[in-house]
C-alpha cells in the first residue's frame, strides 16, 4: 500500500500530542500535589458529589431509556398517524442545547431547580439518542422471526421480549451507554439548575479559588469516572452488525382505541422535550422585545459564527488529515493515533477548559488568553465527531477508482485532489458543517477559555442567566437554536435516515 | 377427514389483487404444493392458514377445528409451523436454542433437538451462530425449529429460493426426506414449477388468486387444465387446430386428442417440446434453422413449411443447422377449444 502522504502525518501527530498534553500535565501537576490533591478528595463533599452525578445518571439513563423505546416503538411498529410528525417530534430536542432547555423551564417556574429538574430536563434532552438508536434496529427486525416465534406458540408480548427485545438490547444499550456520558460531562443545564454534581463544582471550585488542586482532583475524579463508562460502552458497540432483511415488510400492531392516548402521550413528550420551553423563551423574546439590545446580539452572533467558523476549519483540515491517513493508508501508527484522538470523545469539555487553563497559564502563557487556546480546545473536543464524519465519505469512494486514475497517468497525489477528495467533497463538507454547529453550542470550555472581551451567544447567554434576567437570555436562546440547532438536526446522518426510513411505506 | 379445508377463502390482500374464493384440502402426510406467479397470491395464502391474517369470507378448518370463518384462532394457538422464505431464524440464538425454542418447556427437550439435529445432519454445529451458517444450513436449522413442536402440518415459503441450482436439488431432497420421516403434511409455495412437480404429492396451481388446477404433478403436466398452464408448466408449441373425424386435424397432421373433443371444434393444441420427433430426411419439408445445445438434450428450432416450432432432442443426436428433416408429434396432445 501506498506510504501516507507526509503532511496527514505531521498533522495526525501534532493533533494526537495537543490531545494528550493538556490531562497529561494535570495528572503531573497532581501527582506533584499529591497529598493536597488527597486530602481535597477525602473530604465528605467529594462522596455527596459522587452520589449526586452517580444518581442522576442512572435515573437518567433509565428514563431517557423509557422514553426513546416508547417513542420508537409506537412510531415503527404501529399503525400511528403520521409517524413522519413523530419522529421529528422526538428528534427535535437534538436541536436544543440542553442549558437552553433548562433555561426555558426556569423562565416559567422559578422554583424549578435541583435533582428532579436537572432529572426532567436531561432525560428529555437525551432521550432522542434512545430513540434514533432503538428505532434504526427495530426497523431492522426481521419480521419474519416474530411470525415464526407465534406460529411456535408465543404470545404478542413474549414475542417482544423473546424475539424483538433481544435484537434491539444492543443498540439500546450502546444508547443508554452514549445518555450517561452525555449527563456525565453535562455542565449548563446542571449548573443553571443548581444541582451539585462535578461539572458544577468543578466550575465554581475554579471560579471561588486561586488555589485550583480542589477543581483539578475533583476534574480527575470525573474523569475516571467518564474512563469507566467509555470501557463500557466499548463492550457494547457494534457487538453485532444487523443488516437490514433482504425484503423487509413492516407489520405494524393496529392501535385501535389507542390510537388518542398514544398520540396525546407522544405529544406530551414533546411538549415536555421542545414545545413548552421554546414557547416561554419566545415569549419572553417578545415581552422584552422593546429591551432587547440588538447591537449586543448582532455583535454575539457575528462573534459566536467567527469563533465557529475558525474552529470548523481548524478541526476540519486535522480530521482530514487523520482520515486520509487511516482511511486510505491504514498502518498501525495510524490506527494508534486514531485511537488516540477518539479516546477523547467523552472527555467532559470542563475538564478540556480547565486542563488548558493551567497548561496556558504555566507552560504557554504567550498564547494564555488569546483565541488559539480556545481553538485547541475545540480541537482536542470535536476532532472525535470530526473524524466519524469524514471517515465515512472518505472510504465511500470505491477503492478502484485511484488505481484507475493512476493507470491513466496521474500521480498518486493528483488522483487524490483530481479524483477522491472531488468524490468525497459533498461528504466532508457536511462534516464540516456539523462541526461548526457543535462549536456554536458549546458552552464549558468556551466559558474558561474565551479571550478576555470576547462574548459569544453561549456566554452572553449564560451571563444573563446568572443574574436571573430570562428576557434578556431568551433571544441569545432562540438565535443559537435557530442558526445553530436546527440545521445541525436537519445535517444530521441518522436522524435524516430514520426519518426517510420511517416514511417509506 | 382432511387435515386442512380451506372452502371459498377471499381476501384482499392490497392494491387489487385479491385471493377469490380459494377451496383447497390437505392430506394427512400429503405435501402439497401450491405454485404461482408473483403477485397471484400464494404468500397470502399461506399466512391465511398460519393465522397472521383473517379471510374475509370463508373458512379454514384446521385439524378437525374451525380456525377461521365463525370464529378465529390466532397464529400461537394453532401450532403449524412456518419456514419463511429467508429461514428467518433468532440472530441473537444459536443452532441449539433456535431449534429448542418451541420447546422450551418440553422435559424431552434436549434429546429432540438431537434428533432433529441429525435428521437435519448438523450434528456437532449446536453452538454455531446463525450468522455462521451457509444458506442451506439456515434452512434446515429453521425446517427443524418448525418441527419440533411436532405440528401436523407445516407450511414452506419459497424455502429454496435463495440458493444456487445445486444446493437447491440437494435440499430439496433432504426436505423431502426430513417430512416424510417426520410424518408430516406440508404446503409448500413457490413460483419454480420444477420445484412443484419434483417435490410434492399433488400441485395446485394459483393464478390471479384463484386456484385454476390442482393434481397429482403427473396429471398437472400432462393435461393442463388451460393454456395458460400448459405454457407455464414446461414448454409447449401452440398450433391451430380443428376436430374433424375425431381427430384435431393440424398443420403436422391429424393429431389423438387427449381429452373429449366435439366434431367441427376449432382450437389450439399444446405440444410438449419432448414429444416432437425430429426424423433426418434428406427430402422432408422442415429445415432445422437453430440449435441451442445443453449437453444432455438439445432444442432444436425448426421451419415447417407453416410453422416455426422448438423441439427438444435428445442432445447427441440432436440434428444440426441446415439439416432437412421430417417432424412427427408423438403420443396424444391436448386440445383447447376457442371460446
Known amino acids: 500500500m501506498q506510504k501516507p502522504p507526509v503532511l496527514t502525518v505531521v498533522l495526525g501527530v501534532f493533533a494526537a500530542l495537543l490531545a494528550i498534553v493538556p490531562l497529561g500535565y494535570l495528572v503531573l501537576r497532581l501527582a506533584e500535589g499529591i497529598e493536597a490533591a488527597s486530602a481535597e478528595l477525602a473530604r465528605p463533599r467529594t462522596f455527596e458529589l459522587l452520589s449526586n452525578t452517580v444518581l442522576l445518571v442512572v435515573s437518567v439513563s433509565l428514563t431517557a431509556l423509557v422514553v426513546g423505546v416508547i417513542q420508537a416503538w409506537f412510531v415503527v411498529r404501529t399503525n400511528l398517524s403520521y409517524p413522519g410528525f413523530y419522529a421529528v417530534v422526538a428528534t427535535v430536542p437534538l436541536a436544543i442545547p440542553s442549558y437552553v432547555l433548562a433555561l426555558g423551564y426556569v423562565s416559567i417556574f422559578p422554583w424549578f431547580s435541583g435533582f428532579w429538574a436537572s432529572w426532567l430536563v436531561l432525560t428529555m434532552a437525551t432521550a432522542p439518542y434512545v430513540f434514533l438508536a432503538v428505532s434504526a434496529a427495530l426497523l431492522r427486525v426481521d419480521i419474519a422471526a416474530e411470525e415464526v416465534g407465534r406460529s411456535l406458540g408465543l404470545s404478542r408480548l413474549q414475542v417482544f421480549l423473546k424475539i424483538t427485545w433481544p435484537q434491539v438490547r444492543t443498540s439500546a444499550t450502546a444508547a443508554v451507554l452514549l445518555v450517561s456520558l452525555y449527563v456525565l460531562s453535562e455542565f449548563g443545564a446542571i449548573a443553571l439548575l443548581r444541582f451539585d454534581t462535578f461539572t458544577r463544582a468543578i466550575y465554581n471550585a475554579y471560579r471561588s479559588s486561586f488555589d485550583r488542586t480542589a477543581a483539578a482532583s475533583l476534574a480527575l475524579v470525573l474523569v475516571a469516572l467518564t474512563l469507566v463508562i467509555v470501557l463500557l460502552e466499548r463492550r457494547y458497540r457494534g457487538d453485532y452488525l444487523m443488516q437490514r432483511p433482504a425484503n423487509p415488510r413492516r407489520l405494524k400492531q393496529d392501535l385501535g382505541k389507542l390510537q388518542t392516548p398514544v398520540t396525546l402521550l407522544l405529544a406530551l413528550f414533546g411538549l415536555l422535550g421542545a414545545g413548552l420551553p421554546m414557547a416561554a423563551l419566545l415569549n419572553w423574546t417578545m415581552i422584552g422585545s422593546s429591551a432587547t439590545d440588538l447591537g449586543k446580539l448582532f455583535a454575539a452572533t457575528l462573534s459566536s459564527a467567527g469563533i465557529a467558523l475558525l474552529a470548523a476549519i481548524v478541526v476540519s483540515i486535522f480530521a482530514l488529515a487523520v482520515s486520509i491517513w487511516v482511511v486510505l493508508h491504514k498502518n498501525k501508527l495510524g490506527s494508534f493515533i486514531e485511537g488516540l484522538l477518539w479516546s477523547n470523545h467523552a472527555l467532559p469539555a470542563i475538564v478540556v477548559g480547565l486542563a488548558l487553563v493551567f497548561f496556558g497559564a504555566n507552560v504557554t502563557p504567550w498564547i494564555y488568553q488569546s483565541i488559539w487556546l480556545l481553538m485547541i480546545a475545540y480541537l482536542i473536543l470535536f476532532l472525535p465527531n470530526g473524524l466519524a464524519a469524514m471517515s465515512t465519505p472518505l472510504a465511500q469512494v470505491p477503492k478502484g477508482l485511484t488505481e484507475v486514475s493512476q493507470s491513466l497517468g496521474q500521480s498518486y497525489r493528483k488522483s487524490l485532489t483530481k479524483v477522491i477528495l472531488p468524490i468525497a467533497s459533498p461528504g466532508l463538507i457536511a462534516a464540516a458543517a456539523l462541526v461548526m454547529l457543535t462549536v456554536l453550542k458549546e458552552l464549558p470550555a468556551t466559558l474558561l477559555l474565551r479571550p478576555t472581551g470576547v462574548e459569544t451567544l453561549a456566554t452572553r447567554l449564560w451571563s444573563a442567566t446568572e443574574e436571573l434576567a430570562y428576557a434578556q437570555a431568551a433571544p441569545f436562546a432562540l438565535v443559537l437554536v435557530i442558526i445553530a440547532g436546527l440545521p445541525a438536526l436537519a445535517l444530521n446522518a441518522s436522524v435524516r435516515k430514520t426519518y426517510a426510513e420511517v416514511n417509506e411505506e | ?339
Open chain 2, 1 to 339: 377427514m382432511s387435515l386442512l379445508a380451506l372452502t371459498g377463502i377471499t381476501k384482499n390482500f392490497g392494491e387489487g389483487n385479491v385471493l377469490k374464493g380459494i377451496s383447497l384440502e390437505v392430506q394427512e402426510d400429503e405435501l402439497v404444493a401450491i405454485l404461482g406467479s408473483s403477485g397471484a397470491g400464494k404468500s397470502t395464502l399461506l399466512r391465511l392458514i398460519a393465522g397472521f391474517e383473517k379471510p374475509d369470507q370463508g373458512e379454514i378448518v384446521f385439524d378437525g377445528n374451525v380456525v377461521a370463518g365463525e370464529s378465529f384462532l390466532p397464529a400461537e394457538k394453532r401450532k403449524i409451523g412456518i419456514v419463511p422464505q429467508d429461514g428467518a431464524l433468532f440472530p441473537h440464538l444459536n443452532v441449539y436454542d433456535n431449534i429448542g425454542f418451541g420447546i422450551a418447556k418440553d422435559p424431552n427437550k434436549d434429546s429432540r433437538i438431537q434428533q432433529l439435529l441429525k435428521l437435519i445432519e448438523l450434528e456437532g454445529l449446536e453452538k454455531r451462530k446463525p450468522q455462521e451458517l451457509s444458506g442451506g444450513q439456515l434452512q434446515r436449522v429453521a425446517l427443524a425449529r418448525a418441527l419440533a413442536p411436532k405440528p401436523k402440518l407445516v407450511l414452506l415459503d419459497e424455502p429454496f429460493g435463495a440458493l444456487d441450482a445445486e444446493l437447491r436439488d440437494r435440499l430439496r431432497n433432504d426436505v423431502r426426506r426430513i417430512i416424510h420421516a417426520e410424518g408430516v403434511s406440508a404446503i409448500l409455495v413457490t413460483h419454480d414449477q420444477e420445484e412443484a412437480l419434483s417435490l410434492a404429492d399433488r400441485v395446485a396451481v394459483l393464478r390471479e388468486g384463484r386456484i385454476i388446477q390442482v393434481g397429482t404433478p403427473t396429471e398437472i403436466y400432462n393435461s393442463p387444465a388451460d393454456i395458460g398452464i400448459a405454457t407455464f408448466l414446461g414448454e409447449s408449441v401452440l398450433i391451430d387446430g380443428k376436430v374433424t373425424e375425431g381427430k384435431v386435424a393440424t398443420d403436422l397432421g391429424k393429431l389423438t386428442a387427449l381429452n373429449q373433443v366435439v366434431e367441427g371444434q376449432s382450437g389450439v393444441v399444446a405440444i410438449r417440446s419432448e414429444n416432437f420427433y425430429l426424423q433426418p430426411n434428406q427430402t422432408g419439408d422442415s429445415e432445422v434453422v437453430g440449435r441451442v445445445f445443453f449437453g444432455h438434450d438439445a432444442v432444436v428450432e425448426v421451419q415447417t413449411p407453416t410453422l416455426k416450432i422448438k423441439a427438444r432432442s435428445n442432445g447427441p443426436f440432436a440434428p444440426e443447422v441446415g439439416m432437412k428433416v421430417t417432424v412427427w408429434v408423438r403420443g396424444a396432445v391436448n386440445f383447447y377449444p376457442t371460446k
